[in-house]
């Protein structure tokens, strides 16, 4: 079964608006967190929020927000006011494991590719 | 700059071939992990290294093999190489995990195998 599941191979936004990025994760694990990262055409990966399993409130990082449903098992990314600049890959990403020295391995979801137009 | 650095950048080899990707650990990471990126499989966790030593391996062929060195570089090395392993090749580092962004993707190198 997959672990990360993002739904919307692609979607498209009109610059300024806001858009949500769809991401289901599945694991029994109690200690668990969800990141998000961008990758835009030239390849690298940037981080842009993260939210833990036991973090009461969802996680914000300027534009970002993560909507976290724990009980529905979702991290969606909420982008506000979005920007030309936004139109990249965005892959949904967990850990799991509450800690140790084999943590940190991540597994990644589909992607989605984001267009902004203008 | 990340502070992980990832090299060659570029690769172009035939298949058959071997070849050796190298990555260096932010300053004072221990952990080095190598994921795969590819069209038809997508990011993939292939292996993790902690302080010389495997940690945890992944989806990682029997072709491929990895290492991590006494001044905690550390190198993939592909053998046997096929037109499906053309991919781009992320290494990134950690210290003992301190939060999301002690977490710290290189570059990539980008693999052609023709």
């Known amino acids: 079964a997959q672990k990360i599941t993002q739904t919307q191979p692609g979607m498209f936004v009109q610059e300024k608006e806001a858009v949500t990025l769809d991401c289901t994760y599945d694991t029994s694990d109690p200690s668990y967190g969800l990141f998000w990262y961008k990758q835009p055409s030239s390849g690298e990966m940037i981080f842009l929020i993260y939210?833990?399993?036991?973090?009461?409130q969802n996680a914000t990082e300027g534009r970002y927000s993560l909507n976290f449903q724990k009980a529905r098992k979702s991290a969606n990314l909420v982008i506000s006011a979005s920007q030309l600049g936004d139109s990249a890959m965005y892959f949904c990403?967990?850990?799991?494991?509450?800690?140790?020295?084999?943590?940190?391995?991540?597994?990644f979801g589909q992607g989605t590719i984001l267009t902004v137009h203008p | 700059d990340s502070g992980v650095t990832q090299t060659p950048k570029h690769l172009i080899t035939a298949t058959g071939q071997r070849v050796t990707l190298r990555c260096s650990p932010r300053s004072g990471d221990l952990s080095v992990y190598w994921y795969q990126q590819s069209l038809d499989q997508g990011l993939q966790f292939l292996i993790q290294?902690?302080?010389?030593?495997?940690?945890a391996k992944g989806n990682i062929l029997e072709r491929f093999s990895a290492q991590q060195f006494p001044d905690l570089h550390s190198e993939l090395n592909l053998s046997s190489l096929e037109l499906g392993d053309s991919a781009l090749y992320f290494c990134?580092?950690?210290?003992?995990?301190?939060?999301?962004?002690?977490?710290?993707f290189g570059s990539g190198t980008r693999l052609t195998v023709v």
């Open positions: 939210q833990g399993s036991y973090d009461q």
């Open positions: 990403a967990m850990r799991e494991g509450g800690g140790g020295t084999s943590y940190g391995k991540l597994t």
């Open positions: 990134a580092s950690s210290p003992v995990f301190q939060g999301p962004r002690s977490y710290t």
């Open positions: 290294y902690y302080n010389g030593e495997e940690r």
